[in-house]
Nanobody, 125 residues
């Protein structure tokens, strides 16, 4: 199976920046698709950013376009979410996710992911 570990969360003031990391391990074959999701208290988990690992095609939810950037390292073992111009609305627990699903078409849909990390908290005041 795949193990995912997030890091990089913290507390910042509005307008600040953070970079989240997701380290993937324990797999035989690289996940087909990976993504970042977030969940605030009382709200459903929503997709923030995603990518198809083999072709480096990326996706961002409209609310973070121009502020967030998703990428992966050359070895494709670590995924990043660089966040600029953070607002209080970005406050949430951020989760890393991965899937081997060949039918995945929307990397921002949480129902298509099988593996999840434990999350890292982002708080913006």
């Amino acid at each position: 199976d795949v193990q995912l570990v997030e890091s990089g969360g913290g507390s910042v003031q509005a307008g600040g920046s953070l970079r989240l990391s997701c380290a993937a391990s324990g797999y035989t074959y690289r996940p087909y698709c990976m993504g970042w999701f977030r969940q605030a208290p009382g709200k459903e988990r929503e997709g923030v950013a995603g990518l198809f690992t083999d072709v480096d095609i990326t996706f961002l939810v409209d609310s973070v376009k121009g502020r967030f950037y998703i990428s992966q390292d050359v070895a494709k073992t670590t995924m990043f979410l660089q966040m600029f111009s953070l607002t209080p609305e970005d406050t949430a627990m951020y989760y890393c996710a991965a899937t081997y699903g060949l039918g995945t078409r929307d990397p921002l849909s949480r129902t298509q992911y099988n593996y999840w990390g434990q999350g890292t908290q982002v708080t913006v005041s």
